[in-house]
């Protein structure tokens, strides 16, 4: 082989390795562009439902109702379930557990942030669980209804925030 052939093949194998090169580089910049895509794809799912959410949290009747359900309900019998209870008192109940139950359901289809929606309502969930959780075991007896039955996405839900203590979840958000 020549010198000018063996320079030749040279600048060929160059050529060949510098394309090779630049098609990783384009390959790991898309990459990287569509998991930035998705990730802004995925906070932006989480709008609708956090405005829906600071809405409702700005309405009066919806604080008296949880004030109710947190501080009221559990001076009240369970012995009747939730159906035994006065209209008003049910309607409270059913706002409020179906509310939050909407949130625990949006969480688990990856809607809106699991841990996200845990640590800004985990108080309230815990807290409304804790009151309501007789009357809704109640509820499902008196009707024969399984455990799966009348808010049980929220229960998982509340459960699962109340045996795991805050720090843990903090920590998680910071990641």
């Known amino acids: 082989?020549?010198?000018e052939e063996e320079v030749i093949v040279d600048v060929s194998m160059?050529?060949?390795v510098g394309a090779v090169i630049v098609s990783i580089l384009a390959l790991i910049t898309s990459a990287l562009l569509a998991r930035n895509q998705f990730r802004a794809q995925?906070?932006?799912?989480?709008?609708g439902p956090l405005v829906e959410l600071l809405r409702e949290f700005r309405s009066l009747e919806f604080h008296r109702n949880y004030a109710f359900i947190?501080?009221?309900l559990p001076k009240l019998s369970s012995?009747?379930?939730i159906s035994g209870l006065d209209e008003d008192i049910q309607r409270k109940i059913y706002d409020i557990g179906y509310f939050l139950q909407l949130y625990s359901i949006l969480a688990y289809m990856d809607v809106i942030d699991r841990e996200f929606i845990g640590s800004l309502l985990?108080?309230?969930?815990?807290?409304?669980?804790?009151s309501l959780e007789p009357f809704v075991r109640k509820e499902r007896e008196l009707q024969g209804l399984p455990d799966s039955a009348i808010l049980n996405?929220?229960?998982r839900f509340a459960v699962h925030l109340r045996d795991h203590p805050p720090?843990?979840?903090?920590?998680a958000l910071r990641r």
Do not use: C, P, S
């Open 1 to 3: 082989m020549t010198v």
């Open 122 to 130: 985990r108080r309230r969930y815990v807290e409304a669980w804790t």
């Open 70 to 72: 947190r501080n009221e």
């Open 14 to 16: 160059l050529i060949n």
């Open 167 to 171: 720090a843990d979840i903090q920590i």
């Open 79 to 81: 012995d009747k379930g």
């Open 42 to 47: 995925r906070h932006g799912n989480h709008v």
């Open 153 to 155: 996405v929220f229960e």
